[in-house]
């Protein structure tokens, strides 16, 4: 889900269905910090989650049944927690879990570690990641729950880094677009560390 290259460069908040994105540049003359500095703070992040609520409460407004959303573990745990109580429209939640990262470093494999629970058959499904960056877990992720034949699958993201896609992802709704670099905070972590800062902060020198 994640590359350990960065570079620095702007965050645009965006979405699937808008045309305007809002910039925020780095400076690129600040010294590297020796801890995570603030990349989204805590009341930016919030606030685009409940836009986002806004635009998918629209685009399900009419299910014969509750919207399902999966929660991809553990990095979008806070994100689909905020999300879900942002929505209007009826929804249940599902757990899936994948292994990819070891620290910053890719393992180049994509290993099932927990599937659903809930039988997907006929079901809307939308898919709540952290981040996307080469697409390969989020391809595994989709191409899996697409074999429980849901009637619809999309995919949330609440951040897109702008790097070279090994698969390509299509993203149904998107928080922000972020430059090539390695956050934490907000779900996302290095072996466990910085899971529960409340923003996301990015780290330089990895």
């Known amino acids: 889900m994640r590359s350990p290259a960065f570079a620095r460069g702007p965050v645009a908040a965006c979405c699937a269905h808008c045309d305007t994105v809002a910039n925020v540049e780095d400076d690129p003359t600040a010294p590297a910090p020796s801890h995570p500095a603030v990349l989204l703070d805590a009341a930016r992040i919030a606030r685009r989650v409940a836009e986002l609520a806004g635009e998918i409460d629209s ?17 979008s745990l806070f994100f689909t927690a905020d999300l879900a109580r942002a929505l209007r429209i009826p929804v249940v939640i599902d757990f899936i879990a994948v292994r990819s990262y070891q620290g910053t470093r890719s393992m180049g494999t994509v290993e099932l570690v ?13 898919v709540v990641e952290d981040i996307i960056d080469s697409g390969l877990t989020t391809s595994f992720l989709l191409d899996h729950i697409s074999s429980h034949r849901p009637r619809s699958l999309r995919l949330v993201a609440l951040l897109d880094k702008q ?10 709704f998107t928080g ?4 090539d ?5 907000y779900g996302l972590d290095v072996d466990e560390r910085w899971r529960n ?7 330089d020198g990895m």
């Not at 399900?60 to 919207?67: F, M, T």
């Not at 922000?176 to 430059?179: E, G, K, S, T």
């Not at 800062?197 to 990015?202: E, F």
């Open 59 to 75: 685009a399900y407004a009419q299910l014969p049944h509750p919207l399902v959303l999966i929660c991809v573990l553990k990095g």
């Open 114 to 126: 927990k599937d659903v629970g809930m039988s997907l058959n006929d079901r809307d499904v939308l």
């Open 163 to 172: 790097v070279e896609r090994l698969r390509e992802v299509h993203v149904d």
């Open 176 to 179: 922000f677009r972020i430059a």
């Open 181 to 185: 670099r390695f956050v934490v905070g």
């Open 197 to 203: 800062l409340p923003d996301v902060r990015h780290l």
